[in-house]
């Protein structure tokens, strides 16, 4: 079983940064990727980044390509991944929501994604 605990989330003016970490407790080998997501108010749940946890491939959506990045530090039984948000734009206002999960289908599935954080609002104005 794994639990996610999201944090670093709140209110920053247009081209501020956030970083939001996302830490993975209990049995993580379990789980083969990990990744943000993020719904604003009337839209869909959407990708924005997700990696594999024993390496190799990272995945961003094209709106925010360049300006987001992940970074995951890992322990055992405990793995923390790092959302690193620059140049934040208004179009970015959302709740933001860590997940992770086997990902059998590649990193843009969001069905490989089968546990999921409480998420943590952004807000950008």
């Known amino acids: 079983h794994v639990q996610l605990v999201e944090s670093g989330g709140g209110s920053v003016q247009a081209g501020g940064s956030l970083r939001l970490p996302c830490a993975a407790f209990g049995h993580t080998s379990s789980t083969k990727c990990m990744g943000w997501f993020r719904q604003a108010p009337g839209k869909e749940r959407e990708a924005i980044a997700t990696?594999?946890?024993?390496?190799?491939?990272?995945?961003?959506a094209d709106s925010v390509k360049g300006r987001f990045s992940l970074r995951i530090f890992q322990e055992s039984n405990k793995n923390t991944l790092y959302l690193q948000m620059n140049d934040l734009k208004p179009e970015d206002s959302a709740m933001y929501y860590c997940?992770?999960?086997?990902?059998?289908?590649?990193?843009?599935?969001?069905?490989?994604?089968?546990?999921w954080g409480q998420g943590t609002q952004v807000t950008v104005s």
């Open positions: 997940a992770t999960g086997r990902c059998a289908n590649g990193l843009r599935a969001a069905g490989g994604f089968d546990i």
């Open positions: 990696l594999y946890t024993g390496g190799g491939s990272t995945w961003y």
